[in-house]
């Protein structure tokens, strides 16, 4: 058996793709949706990330003011330079790049962003509101998942899922949004970690395998049921070397698999400019 790939390109291309009139209609209606950017510091990953948000921004017509802020700057100045961005009536929704300088209380950071301009999803009112089903951001790689799922035709409803990892970037709010009661969701989701040394049986009986661990090569093809979907979104890096979670060799067993290079990427920056259109819609709907 080989794999049919679901690479994250055509999903993301169908996200802007419906963005796009969606923006004109808010510029055409004289609110031209803001993203801010904040960078705090002098890591090179994170300021090439910054612009590569801020150029799309600016390619779908939207505005994106940046804040970079010193490699010494306090957490009161980043929190300061947050307030500001929230108070500003050009700004829709806003993203701290992470990582900080580590004297920079980052989370303190986070928690200052209004919860309405939260483009990663990630602001506990908003994980907290997903864990309670109501409408928010919601952090942008879960949600591409689902949406990766959701184009490729793999049926999740009434399915057994198994999220490798628990952290709060992928693996819970993922298992939250997956239990949830819709249509491209409404799975059996279970979530093992380092606490579940027999991680290996939950994947076995999987229908769908999310792998959001960061190990690589953790997810080898006899820890998967044959035909299952898998879906790769750990990564560690070396030097500029993507280690996946995912074996490649699992292509021979999956029914279904994301490629090791533009699978869940794509969309988790598709689904953060939906959090951010989003976000205008909202504003224009308020002014
Ligand atoms: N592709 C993308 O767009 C994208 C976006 C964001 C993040 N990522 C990647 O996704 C991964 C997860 O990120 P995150 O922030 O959600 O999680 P995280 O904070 O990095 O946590 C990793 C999780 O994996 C679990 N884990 C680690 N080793 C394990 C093992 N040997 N057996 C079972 N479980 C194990 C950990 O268990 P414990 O809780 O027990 O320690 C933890 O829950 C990272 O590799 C990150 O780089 C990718």
């Not at 999803?121 to 864990?131: K, Q, S």
């Not at 991680?199 to 769908?208: C, G, K, L, V």
């Not at 990564?235 to 067993?253: A, F, I, K, M, N």
Request: charged share 20%; proline share 8%; aromatic share 4%.
């Amino acid at each position: 058996m080989s794999a049919v790939m679901m690479p994250g390109g055509p999903v993301a291309d169908a996200v802007f793709a419906d963005l796009a009139p969606r923006i004109e209609k808010l510029v055409a209606n004289g609110h031209t949706p803001g993203l801010a950017t904040v960078l705090i510091g002098d890591d090179e990953p994170s300021a090439r990330y910054v612009a590569m948000k801020m150029r799309k921004a600016e390619e779908l017509g939207c505005t994106s003011p940046h804040v970079h802020l010193p490699q010494d700057c306090t957490t009161e100045q980043a929190i300061e330079a947050v307030q500001a961005l929230n108070a500003d009536p050009a700004v829709d929704a806003m993203l701290v790049q992470y990582p900080a300088p580590a004297h920079v209380d980052f989370d303190a950071v986070l928690l200052a962003v209004d919860p309405d301009m939260d483009v990663d999803g990630m602001h506990p009112t908003n994980v907290g509101r997903l864990a309670l089903g109501l409408p928010a951001p919601v952090a942008c790689t879960p949600a591409g998942i689902e949406a990766i799922l959701a184009h490729y035709g793999v049926e999740v409803a009434g399915k057994d899922v198994v999220v490798v990892g628990r952290g709060v970037t992928i693996g819970r709010p993922l298992s939250i949004l997956l239990s949830q009661k819709r249509p491209t969701a409404n799975a059996a989701v279970t979530l093992v970690h380092t606490g579940v040394p027999g991680w290996a049986e939950h994947t076995r009986r999987a229908d769908i395998v999310v792998a959001a661990a960061g190990v690589p090569g953790m997810i080898q093809p006899e820890h998967l049921r044959p035909g299952a979907a898998v879906v790769g979104a750990g990564v560690q890096y070396q030097g500029r070397t993507l280690l996946p979670d995912v074996d490649e060799s699992c292509e021979e067993v999956a029914g279904w698999l994301t490629p090791r290079v533009g699978g869940v990427g794509p969309t988790t920056i598709a689904m953060l400019f939906r959090n951010f259109v989003e976000a205008a819609e909202r504003h224009a709907d308020d002014g």
